[in-house]
């Protein structure tokens, strides 16, 4: 008797472990399909963060073929001073040298002009604020950029400011 009762305990093991496995594998392959989504913005968060990814890109393709139908003519360039930001005693770089410009419609060009030293304090803000290591690493270029251009367009308007292009960034 003991031989059937331990029969059946192997038999509810291997058939215990199989729902287990199938339901890891589901949830690394739903987990997955759901960061490739939200990644790659294919449906729009309820804070329109899409959006703003997608007007980004338009600009580019506006100054690169046209293709939304605003005119190259409609774009200014804005620069902005440029920033050094101390990195603090620890770090092995001792700087970040940053300049930008921002791309703006032609008509916001002087209400951007006249903010720039909110812009330039918002700007500074952030970049104190992030770590060396993440500084240094390349691949963290564009999401720096991102953050930028998103608090610039809280500061100005999401209307008034089309993107923020990085002309220098130098840690020495």
Do not use: W
């Given at each position: 008797?003991?031989?059937?009762?331990?029969?059946?305990?192997?038999?509810?093991?291997?058939?215990?472990?199989?729902?287990?496995?199938?339901?890891?594998?589901?949830?690394?392959?739903?987990g997955?399909?759901?960061?490739?989504?939200?990644?790659?913005?294919?449906?729009?968060?309820?804070?329109?963060?899409?959006?703003?990814?997608?007007?980004?890109?338009?600009s580019?393709?506006?100054?690169a073929?046209?293709?939304?139908?605003v005119?190259?003519?409609?774009?200014?360039?804005?620069a902005?001073?440029?920033?050094?930001?101390?990195?603090?005693?620890?770090?092995?770089?001792?700087?970040?040298r940053?300049?930008?410009?921002?791309?703006?419609?032609?008509?916001?060009?002087?209400?951007?002009?006249?903010?720039s030293?909110?812009?330039?304090?918002v700007?500074?803000?952030y970049?104190?604020?992030?770590?060396?290591?993440?500084?240094?690493?390349?691949?963290?270029?564009?999401?720096?950029?991102?953050?930028?251009?998103?608090?610039?367009?809280?500061?100005?308007?999401?209307?008034?400011?089309?993107?923020?292009?990085?002309?220098?960034?130098?840690?020495?």
């Amino acid at each position: 008797m003991t031989d059937v009762a331990m029969s059946q305990d192997e038999e509810v093991s291997k058939k215990g472990k199989k729902p287990i496995v199938f339901g890891v594998l589901g949830a690394a392959i739903l987990g997955g399909a759901a960061f490739f989504v939200t990644y790659t913005g294919i449906f729009p968060s309820a804070a329109g963060d899409s959006e703003m990814a997608t007007d980004s890109y338009d600009s580019t393709d506006e100054s690169a073929g046209g293709k939304s139908g605003v005119a190259e003519s409609d774009t200014k360039f804005v620069a902005l001073a440029p920033l050094t930001i101390s990195l603090g005693k620890f770090a092995s770089s001792r700087h970040l040298r940053f300049q930008a410009y921002l791309e703006v419609p032609s008509a916001a060009a002087e209400e951007v002009e006249r903010l720039s030293p909110r812009v330039l304090d918002v700007l500074n803000t952030y970049l104190r604020a992030i770590s060396e290591s993440e500084l240094e690493d390349p691949a963290s270029m564009n999401r720096l950029r991102a953050q930028m251009l998103r608090r610039v367009q809280i500061v100005i308007g999401e209307e008034n400011v089309r993107d923020l292009l990085i002309t220098e960034f130098i840690l020495n």
